[in-house]
């Protein structure tokens, strides 16, 4: 959200300086009246350009068949709304792992067990978790701390890689759903050959087309989901990485505060 609030601070700003450069060139008025008939046409362009762009992919989604193309379509915006919220739940579980550990071992330090699991009580994400478990189980012994840490390590991974599959299923299932719409058109091409009686360049482009479309738009959808499958992926080892590296410094704390 910051990031956000200063890409918009600064394109305000731009925006601000080039407005008032424009104002101070262009004292001539011939000349401005110029330059805002040329960006009238240069935006005019733009949207011609934009809208035929928008008719096209209609027009060919229209011509590669409703059926298939709409199955090919669905699978995007299933995939599209789990990526998105996996996005957005991975980074809500991404903790600052060192500020924690560091909190968690001055609480140790003046408060004892009790202050640290309230440290991670007021802090979200897998790896405060995962502490709060091993530290709940500390009075016992270590082995007790350690066993509750690594179950509960299970339970979080099990957490963050919910719904993954689906999104796995939907890129394998959309170049299959395409290549259906190839082998359809390409039957429905030969049908009308043979109805006909003769081999008419007309009569196979409209089959062909029909399956060279369906192809594509499933190879889209499948390249789409991959990259997003892939962060996702990266992710999910990333934050599994953290948590190992801090239940060893959890373990490390509580060996030490047992001293």
């Known amino acids: ?3 956000l609030f200063s890409i918009l601070a600064i394109a305000s700003f731009m925006a601000f300086g080039t407005a008032n450069a424009y104002n101070n060139a262009n004292t001539n008025l011939f000349t401005n009246t110029i330059v ?3 960006q009238d046409e ?10 035929n762009f928008h008719q096209e992919l209609k027009k060919r989604f229209i011509e590669g068949g409703p059926g298939f193309m709409g199955i090919v379509l669905l699978c995007l915006i299933l995939g599209l709304a789990i990526a998105i919220e996996r996005i957005i739940f991975l980074n809500l579980s991404t903790t600052n792992s060192k500020k924690l550990t560091q909190d968690v071992e001055d609480a140790l330090s003046s408060g004892g067990i009790e202050a640290a699991k309230e440290v991670c009580r007021n802090t979200k994400g897998p790896v405060a978790s995962i502490f709060y478990q091993g530290l709940d189980r500390a009075n016992e012994d270590i082995e007790a701390a350690e066993k509750a840490v690594v179950a509960y390590g299970g339970v979080q991974m099990g957490q963050l890689e919910k719904n993954v599959s689906w999104i796995s299923l939907f890129i394998a299932l959309a170049p299959m759903l ?7 058109g390409m039957i429905q091409a030969f049908d009308k050959i043979e ?8 009569l196979v482009a409209g089959g062909i087309k029909v399956a060279l479309l369906t192809t594509v738009f499933g190879l889209i959808v499948a390249i789409i989901l991959q990259i997003f499958y892939n962060y996702i992926i990266a992710k999910i080892d990333s934050i599994v990485n953290d948590m190992e590296d801090s239940s ?3 373990m490390d704390l509580l060996v030490k505060h047992k001293k």
């Open 1 to 3: 959200m910051k990031r």
């Open 36 to 38: 805002s008939a040329t």
């Open 42 to 51: 240069a935006a005019s362009d733009a949207a011609e350009e934009d809208l």
């Open 178 to 184: 395409g290549f259906m719409g190839t082998v359809i």
């Open 195 to 202: 109805a006909a009686g003769d081999m008419q360049p007309s």
């Open 248 to 250: 060893i410094s959890l």
